[in-house]
């Protein structure tokens, strides 16, 4: 069973920067896909930021520009480093990894609170 562990949320002024971690772990033969995720109260849960094993990435529109999405293959590590944080991107922050281990699998991370706030 694969096991997704973020860090690095917190609280953070307004055009303040954070970088989040996710660390998979368990047997992983292969990642395909690895993707940040995030749900805002009272919303539904939304794409952030993904990136395939050929390393090509996509945002959200309203991160573009601010958020960077990055791996560490060998780690089977994915970070999101977001700057200019704005009120509005506020959520809880999920990790999610698509691959392959004795089987394929697609897992999620407990999620970790990012408060922008004054």
């Known amino acids: 069973q694969v096991r997704l562990v973020e860090s690095g949320g917190g609280l953070v002024q307004p055009g303040g920067s954070l970088r989040l971690s996710c660390a998979a772990s368990g047997t992983i033969f292969s990642i395909n896909r690895m993707g940040w995720y995030r749900q805002a109260p009272g919303k539904e849960r939304e794409l952030v930021a993904t990136m395939t094993s050929g390393a090509s990435s996509t945002y959200a529109d309203s991160v573009k520009g601010r958020f960077t999405i990055s791996g560490d293959n060998g780690k089977n590590t994915v970070y999101l480093q977001m700057a200019s944080l704005k009120p509005e991107d506020t959520a809880v922050y999920y990790c999610?990894?698509?691959?392959?281990?004795?089987?394929?699998?697609?897992?999620w991370g407990q999620g970790t609170l990012v408060i922008v706030s004054s």
């Open positions: 999610n990894v698509v691959g392959v281990g004795f089987a394929t699998f697609d897992a």
